[in-house]
């Protein structure tokens, strides 16, 4: 069985090679509206209890380590829950990185805090975009 500290502990890893990976800002011409299309599927996924739908948001990879769209619902609900349940989202910079492009999405959480969850992508061979990953992390506030 899979822990919920172990995926944060693999994404976080991920997460820091992505950001040390030489990004492009989306002034450089990246456009992340698709990306942030996705997020908002899955989380309104999350908020209508669509495990299926959810777990169609992510890369084969996480779904192959997650194994049923009902697991990897729990493990969202237990351990990312300013995503699962957010109260507001506001979305940050998108990036193109040498592993492939990220999204700065700040939240705050059920219990009014805020966080900063950084998401990752991977193109699929119909040019569609899915999730690779998601590192979450407190945040001071919400940037500019």
């Known amino acids: ?38 997020i908002k599927n899955q989380m ?18 996480l779904q192959q380590q997650f194994q049923t769209p009902e697991f990897f619902m729990e493990m969202v609900r237990q351990g ?10 506001t979305f940050g910079r998108s990036k193109m990185t040498g592993q492939g492009p990220t999204q700065e999405v700040f939240v705050t959480g059920p219990k009014g805090n805020h966080w900063l969850a950084l998401y990752s992508f991977e193109q699929q061979s119909d040019g569609s975009w899915r999730i690779s990953g998601c590192y979450l992390t407190k945040s001071t506030g919400f940037a500019a």
Do not use: E
């Open 1 to 38: 069985m899979v822990h919920a500290c172990f995926w944060k502990s693999a994404v976080a890893g991920a997460a820091f090679a992505l950001m040390t990976a030489g990004a492009v800002s989306a002034d450089d011409g990246f456009d992340g509206s698709a990306l942030q299309k996705v």
């Open 80 to 89: 990312y829950r300013p995503v699962y349940q957010p109260q507001d989202v």
């Open 44 to 61: 309104n996924a999350f908020a209508s209890g669509n495990a299926k739908a959810a777990f169609g948001f992510a890369t084969r990879s």
